[in-house]
């Protein structure tokens, strides 16, 4: 609920400060047309709900950014996480003369001042320091809550895509907004320069009389004293706090590589790691969205505090075992030793990857193996540039075809290519995706062969297996080489089965069991026995002469039967 509050009510106030960005970006345009896009913004923003959504937003808001700054047990961040706190603690203490002049004062002592004319007037003509003031303000609280947008989409899966148009746009508004107000700030001030224009242009204005002007000036000091004395009140409490815990005991956090920190009860270990200088993973922040700060946790009884509600929902969405917890939610009472299970430089994708599946388990999955024929002696006499150019565009070609029918390229192995199917989706689902990569792999050959014609001196063939059965997959190897595989018997078989097409002389070969389980009619496909080394059973398997004659999987079964490979010999 607190969360989703901070969320709500900062998007509340994030769209008030954009539509006063873009009404100064309409400066651009005219001064006119300017004021009367304000009259629209001052109609919607003054209204009853209007006034209700923002004022409370921003009690809602500060509220619980006063909680968040009493909570945290460092300050030690990162310097964009410092600068979004700090940022959003000065916005009320620079606003304060804003908002005294243009909402308490017209809604308390009868001041009404709320045009563009005036305010450009009186920011940089009548006072230019003031102008620069404001300006300054724009950029503060617009730099705030992009810094908070950031953190809060950092974390889904599409955002990284749209990412560059992001930024675009968080520079592009405030830059506009800049523009706007200079360039109609230097149509006021041409204008005040004609004798009494300054009086008719304020005669329907009510403005400030010298009471309501020193009202106004106290008024502004008084806010801004209460905000920076509660920031202060704040700290200094805290500084309180740590001296009354420090009396009562400390708990000791220690890592894999033997370092340890004690800490006071009650830091959570993502502040423990920072306040050890120890690199640990939080995309998000320490918000608990992202999960990259998860650890496996080790500790005597009674054992870590439960997982609050939000905490367990990230971890029943990554699959996590009982040991397994989120850094920046987990607040120790007792000696704990962690271990991070993702590299201090994880992102944001990393954070979706299930837990139960690094750690490794056995799935059903289909595997696909494929390899150029062939190219050792397609490669004799070329230079290494002509050689990687050519593997290089053959590797995204296949790569593409993988990841578009729902697959994970495992590894590229020399001029081969090893993926899994149905890693979370399931062995059904697997291998229709399989069959469906063959497919689409075979057709991005023809069209690459196309593209490579001058290149080639013959053109590029492949081999296909595809198996499916149980293996273990889990995340192995050492370091940034680490990632997610299988082993097990049904991934030797697939790459059996992409060696015997050689003598088949086809392109693809696919075992009856993914024929099975993918849902396709056994009588469309040509079958052949064959015996698998170290195993006393048969294989039934399907040669298929191109993989792209094979049937669309989410399309009905074509009537006519797939071209099978003939008989070797």
């Known amino acids: ?46 209204s009853l709900p209007g006034l209700t959504a923002l004022y409370g937003s921003f009690v809602v808001h500060y509220v619980l950014a006063i909680m968040a700054l009493w909570q945290r047990r460092t300050l030690r961040l990162r310097p964009a996480e410092f600068a979004q706190i700090a940022l959003g603690f000065a916005i009320p203490i620079m606003l304060a003369r804003h908002v005294v002049a243009n909402r308490i004062a017209h809604s308390f002592l009868g001041v009404d001042t709320q045009f563009y004319t005036y305010e450009l007037w009186n920011f940089f003509v009548h006072n230019p320091r003031n102008g620069i003031w404001q300006m300054a303000v724009l950029v503060v609280a617009w730099t705030h809550a992009m810094l908070g947008l950031h953190y809060w989409l950092r974390a889904r899966p599409w955002y990284e895509r749209l990412r560059p148009l992001a930024l675009t746009v968080a520079v592009l508004v405030p830059v506009l907004s800049l523009l706007g107000l200079g360039e109609s700030a230097r149509q006021v001030a041409a204008l005040a320069q004609q004798p009494g224009w300054t ?43 740590r001296t009354w815990q420090r009396l009562n005991g400390f708990v000791r956090i220690t890592y894999p590589d033997g370092r340890h920190i004690d800490v006071i ?70 000696d704990i030793e962690v271990t991070p299970l993702l590299p201090p430089f994880a992102q944001a994708r990393d954070g979706r990857r299930r837990v139960d599946l690094a750690q490794g388990g056995e799935r ?31 590797f995204a070609a296949m790569g593409r075809a993988v990841e578009a029918a729902g697959g994970r390229v495992d590894k590229f192995i ?41 290149e080639l001196t013959a053109p590029l063939r492949i081999g ?28 030797n078989t697939a790459d059996r089965l992409q060696n015997l ?44 002469a191109a993989g792209r004659d094979l049937p669309v999987p989410d399309a009905a079964p074509p009537p006519r039967a797939v071209r099978a490979a003939l008989p070797a010999g």
Not at 303 to 329: F, H, K, S, Y
Not at 471 to 488: D, H, K, L, W
């Open 1 to 46: 609920m607190i969360r989703r509050a901070r969320l709500v009510s900062g998007l509340v106030m994030l769209a008030y400060v954009t539509m006063h960005l873009l009404n100064h970006a309409v400066g651009l345009v005219s001064l006119a047309a300017m004021e009367r896009v304000l009259g629209w913004v001052v109609a919607l923003w003054s």
């Open 199 to 241: 009086k008719a242009a304020f005669a329907h204005m009510a403005l400030p009389t010298p009471a309501a002007a020193d009202a106004m000036a106290r008024l502004t000091g008084l806010l801004t004293w209460f905000f920076v004395g509660v920031v202060v009140a704040v700290l200094a409490a805290r500084l309180l706090r």
């Open 265 to 334: 009860r009650g830091t959570s270990v993502l502040e423990a790691s920072r306040l050890a200088h120890i690199p640990h993973a939080h995309v998000c922040g320490g918000r608990g969205r992202c999960s990259t700060c998860r650890v496996r946790v080790r500790a005597g009884l009674p054992g870590p505090p439960p997982p609050g509600e939000d905490e367990r929902r990230v971890l029943n969405r990554i699959g996590a075992t009982g040991n397994i917890r989120l850094a920046c939610m987990l607040r120790p009472t007792v």
């Open 364 to 394: 059903e999955i289909a595997i696909l193996f494929a390899d150029i024929r062939g190219f050792t002696a397609l490669s004799e006499g070329r230079l290494p540039f002509d050689i990687v150019f050519v593997l290089n565009r053959y």
């Open 414 to 454: 020399g001029d081969g290519v090893m993926a899994l199917f149905g890693v979370e989706s399931g062995a059904r689902a697997g291998c229709r995706e399989a069959i469906e990569a063959a497919r689409q792999m075979s057709q991005q050959l023809v069209e690459l062969n196309e593209s490579l014609r001058s």
């Open 464 to 491: 296909i297996g595809i198996h499916a059965g149980p293996a273990i997959v889990a995340e192995m190897g050492y370091g940034s080489a680490a990632a997610i595989t299988a082993i097990g018997d049904p991934v």
């Open 501 to 544: 097409t050689k003598e088949f002389h086809c392109e693809l070969i696919v075992s009856e069991t993914v024929v099975a389980l993918a849902g396709f009619d056994r009588a469309l496909f040509s079958w052949r026995e064959i015996e698998i080394r170290g195993k006393r059973e048969h294989l039934a398997v399907a040669p298929v």
